[in-house]
Nanobody
């Protein structure tokens, strides 16, 4: 069974950086598109970024230019590099796997399109 485990979260000051990792086990990563979502207290879960099995990337407007998603299929790991962090980036961040077609340069896939989820990790941006 496919499992996803996030790591790399924590507390960072505004303007700082963090790199989240999503380690995938149970199936070769290159079969899947991987997405990152986040959920802040009292808010709905929102899509942040996605990388297709071919390496195409997509971002929410709120993080474009600040966050970078990448994948290392040899390590079965996907990364989310987060720079210039803002207090409004504070949330629990989740990675998720989607086995299916994702249209490059299209909209971010919806959460219901993903098949497997990690447990989430806290990111807090505060001075």
């Amino acid at each position: 069974q496919l499992q996803l485990v996030e790591s790399g979260g924590g507390l960072v000051q505004p303007g700082g950086s963090l790199r989240l990792s999503c380690a995938v086990s149970g199936f070769p990563l290159n079969y899947y598109a991987i997405g990152w979502f986040r959920q802040a207290p009292g808010k709905e879960r929102e899509g942040v970024s996605c990388i297709t099995s071919d390496g195409d990337t997509m971002y929410a407007d709120s993080v474009k230019g600040r966050f970078t998603i990448s994948r290392d299929d040899a390590k079965n790991t996907v990364y989310l590099q987060m720079n210039s962090l803002k207090p409004e980036d504070t949330a629990i961040y989740y990675c998720a796997a989607l086995r299916g077609e994702v249209v490059p340069d299209g909209p971010l896939p919806y959460s219901y399109e993903y098949d497997n989820w990690g447990q989430g990790i806290q990111v807090t941006v505060s001075s």
